[in-house]
């Protein structure tokens, strides 16, 4: 199954997500993945949630050979809403929710991690938005909860990626340790967390989330709103084409013309 889900006896549920060959989930996978984190926390059982992934790299964002082998515009639409809902479903779990990111996390999956409590990593695990190079805006929200402001703006404008090691530095990913070590590292942060009183944790995310200064589920919807214009303008679909033709970013646009036929 590519969205499997186990519980220990200790309440610690752990999502594992594996799309060959490098995590790309299409769209339906994000609502699904969505579900099962929400069905995890709303288990008053359930103490702590890890949410893992198998394979080369933790995430690699949305389908995009989906999307431009489908006609029309539902898996674009069903893209956006379904990153929208699993986003979500890390952010308002019920229980604190641990990744752990083993190689590449990128895309959707700065969302996920952006969104979650507590982040372990391999030594081998880097971060990054390669959006613009994919003629899409999305999850700047998130990356900037990773990283300082304007380290986020550079990341975000050269699609170039941040190591594990450098948000362990910025405070941002709590360890770093290698990759054959990475699950037993997150099982020992979820095992602290889940011998407190669950009903305290529960009101503790609770209260977290509500004095967060920044309403990530609105911004990130904003976001989309880009994306939806460049689509419309047909800017992101040469970009896309470009990636599952070449798998290289489309060359520069030199011409100085904004996506809406003006001028910049």
């Given at each position: 199954?590519?969205?499997?889900?186990?519980?220990?006896?200790?309440?610690?549920?752990?999502?594992?997500?594996?799309?060959?060959?490098?995590?790309?989930?299409?769209?339906?996978?994000?609502?699904?993945?969505?579900?099962?984190?929400?069905?995890?926390?709303?288990?008053?059982?359930?103490?702590?949630?890890?949410?893992?992934?198998?394979?080369?790299?933790?995430?690699?964002?949305?389908?995009?050979?989906?999307?431009?082998?489908?006609?029309?515009?539902?898996a674009l639409i069903g893209a956006n809403r379904g990153?929208?809902?699993?986003?979500?479903?890390?952010?308002?779990?019920?229980?604190?929710v641990v990744v752990a990111v083993n190689g590449f996390?990128?895309?959707?999956?700065?969302?996920?991690?952006?969104?979650?409590?507590?982040?372990?990593?391999?030594?081998?695990?880097?971060?990054?938005?390669?959006?613009?190079?994919?003629?899409?805006?999305?999850?700047?929200?998130?990356?900037?909860?990773?990283?300082?402001?304007?380290?986020?703006?550079?990341?975000?404008?050269?699609?170039?990626?941040?190591?594990?090691?450098?948000?362990?530095?910025?405070?941002?990913?709590?360890?770093?340790?290698?990759?054959?070590?990475?699950?037993?590292?997150?099982?020992?942060?979820?095992?602290?967390?889940?011998?407190?009183?669950?009903?305290?944790?529960?009101?503790?995310?609770?209260?977290?989330?509500?004095?967060d200064p920044v309403d990530v589920k609105a911004s990130?919807?904003?976001?989309?709103?880009?994306?939806?214009?460049?689509?419309?303008?047909?800017?992101?679909?040469?970009?896309?084409?470009?990636?599952?033709?070449?798998?290289?970013?489309?060359?520069?646009?030199?011409?100085?013309?904004?996506?809406?036929?003006?001028?910049?």
């Amino acid at each position: 199954m590519p969205i499997t889900t186990t519980r220990s006896e200790t309440g610690i549920v752990t999502v594992t997500v594996d799309y060959p060959p490098v995590n790309a989930l299409p769209s339906a996978a994000w609502f699904e993945l969505g579900d099962a984190i929400t069905a995890a926390g709303a288990d008053p059982t359930t103490h702590v949630v890890i949410l893992r992934a198998e394979g080369r790299g933790f995430n690699a964002g949305v389908d995009i050979k989906e999307m431009q082998a489908t006609d029309g515009f539902d898996a674009l639409i069903g893209a956006n809403r379904g990153c929208a809902a699993a986003f979500a479903a890390v952010y308002d779990c019920a229980v604190p929710v641990v990744v752990a990111v083993n190689g590449f996390c990128v895309g959707g999956g700065i969302g996920l991690v952006g969104n979650a409590d507590v982040i372990v990593a391999s030594d081998d695990a880097v971060f990054g938005l390669p959006e613009v190079d994919r003629g899409a805006l999305g999850a700047a929200t998130h990356l900037a909860r990773l990283v300082p402001q304007h380290m986020m703006r550079t990341l975000y404008f050269t699609a170039k990626n941040v190591t594990a090691q450098q948000l362990e530095h910025f405070g941002s990913v709590y360890r770093v340790v290698p990759r054959e070590q990475l699950l037993d590292a997150a099982l020992e942060v979820a095992e602290a967390i889940a011998a407190k009183d669950t009903r305290v944790i529960r009101a503790a995310k609770e209260a977290i989330n509500n004095i967060d200064p920044v309403d990530v589920k609105a911004s990130y919807r904003l976001e989309q709103g880009y994306t939806f214009e460049l689509n419309l303008a047909g800017v992101a679909d040469e970009h896309r084409d470009a990636f599952v033709s070449t798998g290289k970013p489309l060359a520069a646009n030199t011409s100085g013309s904004t996506p809406d036929g003006g001028h910049a």
